[in-house]
Each structure stands twice: as C-alpha cells, then as structure tokens.
C-alpha cells in the first residue's frame, strides 16, 4: 500500500467516497478512530517509586472487526488498517464482521463489545429466484422498515442488513442485550425466509464490493425500534420449567439412529452435525468418543460438495462443530424441533427430574385471589346487570373483595376500554359502573367534541370550522380525512387493541394534519396538498403496521405506531412534503373520504 493511499484514508474528505467506504464509516464510525493512537505511558505516583500494574491506558471504547475468510481472519481497531485490510489485493477478505469486539484474538460471542447492525442471510431455494424488490415487499409485510445494505451472494442469494444509531442509544453486547439481540435476528430472519442456522452477534458476513451491493441507503435505526417489533409480533414467553440434566443413551432412540444414518444434504448437513453433536453430549459421550463418531458419519453419509458459490463442507468443519459445542456448558441437548425436521419423525426426549414452579391452587383453596379473576367476576356481574352503583365500598364488598383490590380492578379494565366508572364525591356521593358495548372508542367521542387547539380569543372574522372541531384561517376547509377514519382503520386487527391508541390517532391527526390549516399567512394551495400528504402517509404507515400485527393481543402497539408515524413524518419532511412513491389511486380515495 503506497503512502499516499494511506493519507487519503486517513482524511476521507479529501476525494469522493465509494459505497463500500461510506458504509462502513456509517457501520463503524461512531466509536472507530481514523488511525492508531499513540500509547501514553502512565506517570508514577507522586511520593512512590513503583509503576502501577497496567503502564498502559485502556480504551473501553475501541471495537476490533474482523476481515477475512472462513480460515484466517485480520482484525481492524481503526479505519485506515480496515481499508489497508479491505484494499489489499494479496489477501482474501470474504467475509467481515458487522459488529465489534475488545479482543484481537477470538471472535467470539463473549468478547462482543458494540452491536452495531441487525444483518440476516437470505438463501433461496433451488431453482427460486429472489429479487430487491421482492426483499423490499418482505420487509413491509413483517412491518420492518427498508434495510440500510443489501448485498448479492454470489449463490444468488442476499445479505440484508439494518445498522444502528449508536448517537441514540449504544448498543453495548451486555450478556443480556445479546440475548434479546440474538431473538430478535431470529424473528426477522424467519420473518423474511432467512437462514435459521445464520444467528448470532459473532456471525460473519459478505463483505460488500462496489459490484455485489444492489441496494444501500445511508439511514440507520434505533435498536429499540426493533425491541417494539419484537414485542408486538413475537412477545416472549418465559418457560418456568428448567430441566435438570441426567445422562442417558439418546443414540438408541429411533429418531436418532435414522439421522445418524441417513444422508445429510448441502442445505442439512450443518444442522445434521450439530444435532448428533448434541445428542452424543447429552449422552455422556467423551469428546474422543463424539469426534470419531462424527468422522464416521462424516465419511460415510454426508455430501462432500458444495452448490455454486459455496465452500465444501470439510472434516475438519465437522471436528471443530465438535469441539466448539463441548467446550460451552449452555449447550446440553439436541432440538425437538431440529429432529423431528431432519428426520421426519416424531421424538422427544425426557428429563430426570425437573425444577419447576408450583402450578397455582384451585380458587376454592387459597386464600388470596388473582386480580384477573376479580375481573372476570366483576365482568360477569356486569353482563348481568348491565350497570352498577352504590357506594365504592358496598361494591367492593358485593363482589367480595378488598375496596384497595376493587379500585385496582377498576382502573384496569378502564384503561382496556371494557367499562366506564363516574363517580360523585360528597355526602350523597356514588359510584356508577357500565359496561360498554365498544370500549375501545368509549372515550374517544368526548375528545373529538372538546378538543380545540386554537384560543377562542385569536379567531378572525373570516374563520370557518370543520367537522374535526379545528379552527380554520382564511376560509380554506381541510377535505382530507378525518380522524375517524384513522381509527376505523383499527377494525382490520379483527381483535382488541390498547384504548390509549385511537386517542393517540385523533391527536396526531391535529398536530400533524390540521395544523396546516391553523397557521395564518400560509399559501392555502400549499396548505392543503402538505395536509393531504401528510394524511396519506400516516394513514398508508398505520395500514403497515396493522398488517404487521399478525396477532390477537396487541399489548404495545400504540407505541410501534408511534415510532413509525415518527420515522415516515421525518422522511415527508425531508421530501418536502411532496410523495410520489403513493399511487394516485390512493389520494383520490382519500378526496372520497374527505367528501
């Protein structure tokens, strides 16, 4: 690498940028340094003649990526080793690594220091073709937004990849955000028909060329954007049960013994490895004992090519699957679900004993009652009867329960929208209960008939008023929507959703929409077209997001709305409010509605 290389490394500014560099100074660029900083040495204590321990400062900041291939990988602390590594012609550089480590020597989950990217390994079928456009499709059925990388494999598949905004919200791989970062690639993964096997913080992936990126947008993401789709779309759901593990022969289960013996194609030999692996350990087979099993069954029923495109799966492949799973305690046995897969069989395996939680008594057997079914009790109650008053303690003592556990009750099924409560203070004061016939637009009505954001003292002479109770300057009338249709959208969940999210509807529909229209001095031709658009993408977004939510119970779903509605807002500023990519079909539907 010639020395002038070097200096235009190390000041980007002064030529234009490629793709490939722009990428990974917006993948790395937050906590990577341009070059090598100089080591300080520390100073003595005053008043002591010993060095401290460490002579050397440490950089807690510092990530290391790795470059290279499948075999010998190079790693990178600053931006001009990176693009030494990534511009040297004499060495591989395949495959690099999106996030960041604190060690040179070992990439390795452990060692993770920065999340930098959510990235997922899209392999189609044989003889399927898959396309950018068909990705992009993908992505706005699961409700995820358009990835930042897109890049061609050369077995004609495609490596998609989010980056992170760090200046939001540092993603630091805490054992614990590996977790939740590791379920989340997941979900995206199987959402898009990805490669279930390509999950992890340490995974490599291809290296972006000026020839194999098909798509990149310099945009990144905030990682709790995506904590919101995972919880909408796949909330987590502790197991309590936490088996305890006793060896015994797994081998000798059928299901077992058919994958052990049957052959292990190109798309099912990893997993085949893996899962033999897994039940030897369980097992109680010495790593000897696993390692020449494993030959054996390498040798005898595993494929030996590759696809087009793919490196072979080699013996020593095999061998370090080995090694690698018996030298981490976290892995005790092979999947159900891996099996039952690979084999088409049914299996399941037991436990010797188990350390689980105590199952809850029967109602008539304790003492105390769940919340849930004081609920269910008032609820019934209230089918009956249709209403309820009186005194907030006679209540609480016709149902049965504590007045503190009633109110508790109360607010909660308020807050779902099932019931309203009014209550009259004083000495002749009183508690009324109704149940609602559609509680999830209870409320609503009232906001829509209160609510004025314009001071009756600022009207002008030549104002008008609309249907959504919004004061308009200079005579122009906002026929585009109403807030009402907005929340009618909601009956496409065909289930409950939370009542806090059509009121959250009717007040962004007037801070965003019908604010136009409220500013004097305004040209009233430009009023209504950035109204009219700003209405098509908000309602175009929550469309997106409703089809997203491929579940009945929505727990936060107001605030994945939210943060979309906050994302397509910032792009419609950035286009000045000017949407092309929304067909014409769409806001003539809208002029219909506003009619």
């Known amino acids: 690498m010639s020395m002038q290389f070097s200096e235009a490394l190390v000041y980007p500014l002064s030529r234009p940028q490629t793709k490939v560099e722009q990428y990974f100074r917006l993948l790395y660029g937050q906590f990577m340094r341009e070059i090598p900083r100089q080591r300080v040495r520390r100073k003595k204590p005053v008043g002591s003649s010993v060095m401290q321990e460490n002579p050397f400062s440490y950089d807690q900041e510092r990530p290391y990526v790795y470059v290279g291939s499948k075999r010998q990988m190079k790693a990178a602390a600053t931006f001009m080793t990176l693009f030494n590594i990534l511009f040297d012609e004499s060495f591989d550089t395949t495959y690099y690594t999106p996030n960041g480590f604190y060690r040179n020597d070992g990439r390795r989950a452990e060692n993770a220091?920065?999340?930098?990217?959510?990235?997922?390994?899209?392999?189609?079928?044989?003889?399927?073709?898959?396309?950018?456009?068909?990705?992009?499709?993908?992505?706005?059925?699961?409700?995820?937004?358009?990835?930042?990388?897109?890049?061609?494999?050369?077995?004609?598949?495609?490596?998609?990849?989010?980056?992170?905004?760090?200046?939001?919200?540092?993603?630091?791989?805490?054992?614990?955000?590996?977790?939740?970062?590791?379920?989340?690639?997941?979900?995206?993964?199987?959402?898009?028909?990805?490669?279930?096997?390509?999950?992890?913080?340490?995974?490599?992936?291809?290296?972006?060329?000026?020839?194999s990126i098909c798509f990149f947008n310099p945009v990144t993401y905030d990682f709790q954007y995506f904590i919101d789709w995972r919880n909408i779309n796949h909330p987590y759901v502790p197991v309590f049960a936490r088996p305890s593990f006793e060896n015994y022969n797994l081998m000798d289960e059928p299901a077992i013994r058919e994958l052990y013996n049957q052959e292990a194609g190109f798309k099912t030999r990893d997993i085949s490895c893996l899962t033999l692996t897994l039940a030897m350990k369980f097992s109680g087979y010495s790593l000897d004992k696993?390692?020449?099993?494993?030959?054996?069954?390498?040798?005898?029923?595993?494929?030996?090519?590759?696809?087009?495109?793919?490196?072979?799966?080699?013996?020593?492949?095999?061998?370090?699957?080995?090694?690698?799973?018996?030298?981490?305690?976290?892995?005790?046995?092979?999947?159900?679900?891996?099996?039952?897969?690979?084999?088409?069989?049914?299996?399941s395996y037991r436990y010797t004993r188990y350390r689980f939680?105590?199952?809850?008594?029967?109602?008539?057997?304790?003492?105390?009652?769940?919340?849930?079914?004081?609920?269910?009790?008032?609820?019934?109650?209230?089918?009956?009867?249709?209403?309820?008053?009186?005194?907030?303690?006679?209540?609480?003592?016709?149902?049965?329960?504590?007045?503190?556990?009633?109110?508790?009750?109360?607010?909660?099924?308020?807050?779902?929208?099932?019931?309203?409560?009014?209550?009259?203070?004083?000495?002749?004061?009183?508690?009324?209960?109704?149940?609602?016939?559609?509680?999830?637009?209870?409320?609503?009505?009232?906001?829509?008939?209160?609510?004025?954001?314009?001071?009756n003292s600022t009207k002008e002479k030549n104002s008008q008023s609309n249907n959504t109770g919004v004061t308009v300057v200079g005579g122009a009338s906002p026929a585009v929507g109403s807030a009402e249709a907005l929340i009618s959208s909601l009956s496409l969940l065909n289930g409950p959703y939370p009542s806090s999210l059509p009121l959250y509807l009717h007040d962004v529909y007037l801070s965003e929409v019908t604010v136009w229209f409220t500013q004097p001095g305004l040209d009233s031709?430009?009023?209504?077209?950035?109204?009219l658009h700003t209405y098509a993408v908000l309602k175009k977004t929550l469309f997106g997001c409703l089809r997203s939510t491929k579940r009945s119970d929505v727990k936060n779903l107001t605030a994945y709305v939210r943060h979309a509605f906050q994302d397509a807002l910032l792009t419609l500023k950035d286009q000045g409010y000017s949407v092309d990519a929304i067909p014409a079909s769409f806001f003539h539907s809208l002029k219909n509605e506003g009619d």
């Not at 079914?373 to 609480?396: C, H, I, Q, T, Y």
């Not at 031709?525 to 109204?531: D, E, I, L, P, T």
């Open 290 to 347: 696993a390692l020449t099993e494993i030959e054996e069954w390498w040798n005898e029923c595993c494929v030996k090519g590759s696809n087009d495109g793919k490196k072979p799966f080699s013996l020593k492949d095999a061998l370090e699957k080995v090694k690698y799973v018996y030298k981490r305690a976290r892995y005790h046995g092979p999947s159900v679900e891996d099996v039952e897969k690979l084999t088409g069989m049914s299996f």
């Open 357 to 455: 939680f105590t199952p809850r008594k029967p109602r008539e057997e304790r003492k105390r009652v769940h919340n849930a079914e004081w609920k269910e009790d008032l609820l019934n109650l209230l089918k009956r009867e249709k209403s309820l008053a009186g005194a907030m303690s006679a209540l609480a003592q016709r149902l049965g329960c504590a007045v503190s556990t009633f109110k508790v009750v109360l607010n909660e099924l308020v807050r779902e929208g099932v019931i309203s409560v009014q209550t009259k203070r004083g000495r002749t004061g009183s508690t009324t209960i109704d149940l609602l016939e559609d509680g999830q637009h209870a409320d609503v009505s009232d906001r829509f008939q209160n609510s004025d954001p314009v001071d």
């Open 113 to 211: 220091r920065w999340i930098n990217a959510l990235a997922v390994d899209i392999d189609p079928e044989p003889h399927e073709v898959v396309t950018v456009a068909e990705i992009f499709d993908r992505c706005e059925d699961a409700g995820l937004p358009r990835p930042t990388l897109i890049v061609r494999t050369p077995s004609g598949g495609f490596h998609v990849t989010w980056i992170f905004n760090h200046g939001i919200q540092p993603v630091r791989a805490t054992p614990k955000t590996v977790r939740l970062f590791e379920a989340i690639q997941r979900h995206v993964s199987n959402e898009l028909g990805g490669d279930p096997n390509a999950i992890g913080v340490e995974r490599i992936f291809r290296t972006p060329t000026e020839e």
């Open 525 to 531: 031709a430009f009023a209504s077209q950035a109204a």
